[in-house]
């Protein structure tokens, strides 16, 4: 069934200043794979429809989706969502969709993550479904973000249960403690992470970010099907 369904929001997390994770109840939901998406669509009063996609930030869970959402300045939905739709309240959904970045802990081989800002959200997806799953594969996190006050599931991360080896790459501000200094991703920073044929490679975030990070991978020895790559904005 791809049509679109009533999902009803049941729960609101902050995870920035302007980051929110969304757990809505979808009845009938058929499941999806880590690193998928849905369609949202939003329907005023007098008609007007806006659509809408989302990364789905967790496994499958019965009846039960959670969105990731990072409101655009001057956006028309985002904003919205993230602050403004009541608990309650339903909306309609379309999916699962996407079926090339995507990641099952059956498929073997280490697994690199790279993220910048809210592209973190479908990653976390995958990482969840790792610890679900109990895989032993060697893992990899680098998650650029400008500020720490940016950083996404930061007390989930912290609390290594998914034993993955966690880099954070700030690029405008970094902590006191940080021995890395502010500045973008570089090929130093994938320097000492083997480019093994069995990785798998999934880079998500703002289209700069992800070309930029995809480079780097090739030039590292890398090859392009090993990398997938999914962009925003």
């Known amino acids: 069934m791809r049509g679109w369904r ?9 995870q920035t200043a302007t980051g929110r994770t969304l ?3 979808v009845p009938r939901w058929p499941g999806h794979l880590p690193g998928q998406h849905v369609d949202v669509r939003l329907t005023a009063d007098d008609g007007y429809q806006a659509v809408r ?11 039960s989706i959670e969105l990731g959402v990072q409101a655009a300045l001057g956006g028309e939905v985002s904003p919205y969502l993230a602050g403004d739709l009541p ?3 339903d909306v ?7 079926g090339w970045f ?15 800002g809210s592209g973190i959200v479908p990653l976390m997806a995958m990482l969840r479904a790792r610890l679900a799953a109990a895989s032993d594969e060697p893992c990899t996190l680098l998650y650029s973000v400008r500020q720490p006050e940016e950083v996404w599931y930061a007390t989930e991360l912290d609390a290594d249960d998914h034993h993955v080896r966690v880099r954070r790459l700030y690029t405008r501000r970094a902590p006191d403690h940080s021995k890395r200094p502010a500045g973008r991703m570089t090929k130093r920073d994938l320097a000492d992470l083997s480019a093994a044929a069995a990785t798998h490679c999934f880079v998500c975030g703002p289209t700069g970010f992800v070309e930029h990070a995809a480079t780097l ?3 590292n020895g890398y090859t392009p099907d090993q990398i997938r790559t999914e962009r925003f904005g």
């Open 92 to 98: 309609e959904v379309k999916g699962p969709l996407g």
């Open 23 to 25: 757990r809505f109840d």
């Open 102 to 116: 995507v990641w099952t802990p059956q498929e073997p081989g280490p697994l690199l993550l790279v993220a910048g």
């Open 87 to 89: 608990v309650g309240a």
């Open 6 to 14: 009533r999902a009803r929001l049941t729960e609101r997390t902050e």
């Open 217 to 219: 991978l090739l030039t």
């Open 53 to 63: 996609s989302y990364s789905l930030a967790a496994p499958s869970d019965t009846n």
